[in-house]
């Protein structure tokens, strides 16, 4: 099983309210990332996971709140969104410590901030 | 610091016909991977290809192989015999576990659109 899902697909929130995006894989990898990727530009690393726990943190606002609950699960809880918080939200996931692992992406949640 | 530079907004090519897309890359570490990754209008990252900076040949994956010339640190990708659902924004990524751990750097993206 090479496959990481993310849900949902879609997802359109006020700027009030609290909702939390899901990413999964069962690949046995030990690094899982977040990314945000605006339209026509390349994605943005927002968290590193290596494991379970959190490794990198770009500087992302703290409205968004990532959490690693077990090894095959990924959260990011959003709150008090900002429109220009409107993005595709990529989960990846790779081996860690090995140079030549490539990152495997979920199909993204396509995020809409009103 | 590391940084890949992709210099093609837009690519345009024939069906059937092979395609190369540019990458040059820069970086103070001796040892680094270099990625591929295409993406559909339907938003996934799909990975294409990979390159060892210790590699001696250029690896090959199916229709896509990468040009590796580590003297003009550039990682070109060719696609041969294209097909209308090469069409996709195609981008250039790098890593180097001395520098910047599992983080990826990624260039700034070729769009390709297959005429048919």
């Known amino acids: 099983d090479t496959e990481v899902t993310q849900t949902p697909k879609h997802l359109v929130m006020g700027m009030t309210n609290k909702k939390s995006l899901k990413c999964e894989q069962h690949?046995?990898?030990?690094?899982m990332y977040w990314y945000k990727q605006k339209a026509k530009k390349p994605p943005e690393l927002m968290f590193v996971?290596?494991?379970?726990?959190?490794?990198i943190n770009e500087s992302v606002p703290s409205r968004f709140s990532p959490e690693c609950p077990n090894s095959s699960l990924l959260n990011l809880h959003l709150h008090a969104l900002q429109p220009e918080d409107s993005a595709l939200y990529l989960c990846?996931?790779?081996?860690?410590?090995?140079?030549?692992?490539?990152?495997?992406f979920g199909p993204g949640t396509r995020l809409t901030v009103t | 610091a590391q940084k890949i530079t992709q210099t093609q907004p837009g690519m345009f090519v024939q069906e059937k016909e092979a395609v190369t897309l540019d990458c040059t890359y820069d970086t103070s570490d001796p040892s680094y991977g270099l990625f591929w990754y295409k993406q559909p209008s339907s938003g996934e990252m799909i990975f294409l290809i990979y390159?060892?900076?210790?590699?001696?040949q250029n690896a090959t994956e199916g229709r896509y192989s990468l040009n590796f010339q580590k003297a003009r640190k550039s990682a070109n990708l060719v696609i041969s015999a294209s097909q209308l659902g090469d069409s996709a924004m195609y981008f250039c990524?790098?890593?180097?576990?001395?520098?910047?751990?599992?983080?990826?750097?990624f260039g700034e993206g070729t769009q390709l659109t297959v005429n048919p």
């Open positions: 990524a790098m890593r180097n576990y001395e520098t910047s751990g599992s983080r990826l750097t």
């Open positions: 996971y290596s494991y379970e726990k959190l490794s």
């Open positions: 690949m046995g990898h030990r690094a």
């Open positions: 990846a996931s790779s081996q860690e410590h090995v140079l030549a692992s490539e990152q495997y």
């Open positions: 390159q060892g900076s210790y590699d001696q």
